[in-house]
């Protein structure tokens, strides 16, 4: 028979046993189903930003960055004051945090600095871990793009502020130093309010957009937006109209051509201008709705990478298909793939699944919020069916002989256009249309309008182009105008 067991194998025996249960405690939590947000049709209301109710307007997202194995979010007010948005991360079980580091403000910037291996969104620099250090004097600001350096991008970056402040900014120290105030380098007139969106480098040089437009720059009384490019010396602007976007290939662009691409509107249509082989070339694009022609609604038209090789763009609410080639120094192969009346604020692809965010309710209708749309980048497909209107002469004053830019042809099932014109005598106005998309351009009929009369004409169905473009042969104010159905 055997004695009681002395307290030291009573001691092991309680060890061991507490050893096993944890062991079995372990990996039943590992076999645990790790718990999935509820989901509607790739919306997770979890996922959503809400501002506080003091001295906030919207709660939108401005820019989206897939980096260090999670996806980014940056969230804003429309002034630095107000609570419930920043800097929130989502890891590979879509689970959503808020990040410690997170600062209040108005963002929508974001850029993968490749030689420091950081990831910047907003004042935010994240390293190939996920630890994220803030640019103090950048919290203060309302920063819409970050852009690679022209003279140290080992070292450097630039950004830019939504009121004009361009900032050079030391990636390992964050030191921030102020190059320019734009307001006063591009001449924005007095009265305009000034609101600085994309901004990209490539080419040796810098380009720059500010999308002020109001019912002055409509009626033609001010010229308040611009687009604009810098070399390291001088500004110079490239256009006086609203635009809101700048975007390349980037350090690998040279196989393509190495074009720059910037969105830009005026009353008559969007305007889609390309850097490639040395100039800027002019192309125009319809509109969806002109829901978005002002200074907020037209918040971010962007240009994404969205897929390696396939660029997707959204302007006034089209979304397109942009191949980033340019060969001849053309841009050919844009066509419209939905129309959609959301505010899209970006996008992005991110672990098999393309990413849109938004700014979606103000304090116009409740408490400001916006959230994130998750599906497959072929859905845009079933939203709208391309349609729109615009042209490249709105009450324009035209010369005889002038040539119009070209506008997009291709991807609409019914076409119409209109004329008009102010001259005493018939006016005759030649339609050209470009098929290879290449600038080789080929006569497709003659309209003859009456003295200060109207005519139109419908195209065949199914006759398409590349692009469209018109002469007049009158010294006179006409408008050309398109409209897609």
């Known amino acids: 028979m055997m004695g009681k067991p002395s307290s030291l194998r009573m001691f092991c025996i309680v060890a061991l046993s507490l050893l096993i249960f944890c062991a079995c405690s372990m990996v039943a939590q590992e076999n645990e189903p790790i718990s999935r947000p509820f989901q509607i049709k790739g919306v997770f209301p979890e996922m959503a930003t809400i501002a506080g109710h003091e001295h906030a307007s919207e709660a939108g997202f401005g820019a989206l960055l897939p980096w260090a194995d999670r996806l980014w979010a940056i969230s804003y007010v429309s ?74 991008p080992e070292n450097k970056v630039y950004f830019l502020s939504m009121e004009g402040p361009f900032f050079e900014v030391d990636v390992h120290t964050l030191e921030a130093k102020q190059l320019f105030d734009l307001v006063e380098e591009l001449e924005l007139p007095e009265g305009a309010k000034a609101h600085f969106k994309g901004g990209f480098t490539a ?58 691409f910037a969105i830009g509107w005026d009353r008559a249509s969007v305007i889609l201008k390309l850097f490639a082989r040395g100039e800027w070339k002019t192309y125009r694009l319809p509109k969806g709705s002109h829901s978005f022609d002002h200074a907020w609604n037209t918040e971010w038209f962007r240009i994404r990478e969205a897929q390696t090789e396939r660029f997707l763009m959204d302007a006034h609410g089209l979304f397109y298909e942009l191949p980033v080639l340019v060969y001849e120094g053309k841009t050919w192969g844009i066509k419209p793939i939905c129309y959609h009346l959301r505010i899209v ?141």
């Not at 308040?224 to 500004?235: P, Q």
């Not at 050209?432 to 600038?439: I, Q, R, T």
Request: some cysteine.
């Open 79 to 152: 002034h630095i004051q107000g609570s419930g948005t920043g800097l929130y991360e989502i890891d590979k079980n879509m689970q959503w945090r808020k990040h410690p580091a997170s600062v209040v403000g108005t963002f929508a910037n974001r850029m993968v600095h490749y030689p420091s291996n950081q990831g910047i969104i907003g004042p935010h620099f994240i390293d190939s871990a996920g630890h994220v250090r803030t640019a103090e004097s950048l919290k203060g600001h309302r920063l819409t793009a970050t852009m690679a350096h022209l003279t140290d």
């Open 203 to 260: 080419n040796g040089r810098v380009v720059v957009a500010n999308n002020t437009y109001h019912e002055e720059e409509h009626l033609g009384n001010r010229t308040g937006g611009r687009l604009a490019e810098w070399d390291g010396k001088k500004w110079t602007i490239l256009e006086r109209k609203p635009f809101v976007e700048v975007y390349g290939k980037g350090p690998r662009g040279s196989t393509y051509g190495n074009p720059i």
């Open 345 to 485: 604020s970006d996008f992005c692809y991110w672990r098999g699944l393309f990413v849109m965010a938004g700014n979606q309710t103000d304090v116009a209708v409740g408490q400001p919020q916006s959230g994130l749309w998750f599906g497959n980048i072929d859905e845009l497909w079933q939203f709208g069916k391309p349609q729109g209107w615009g042209g490249p002469w709105w009450e324009e004053k035209v010369k005889a002989g002038d040539v119009s830019d070209p506008f997009l042809m291709t991807g609409f099932d019914n076409k119409v256009v209109h004329f008009a014109h102010d001259a005493d005598k018939t006016v005759k106005f030649t339609i050209e249309v470009d098929f290879l998309g290449n600038g080789t351009w080929k006569p497709y009929g003659e309209i003859s309008v009456d003295a200060k009369g109207y005519a139109h004409h419908e195209f065949p169905s199914g006759f398409s182009a590349h692009w469209v473009r018109v002469k007049v042969d009158t010294g006179c104010k006409v408008t050309v105008y398109f409209v897609y159905t």
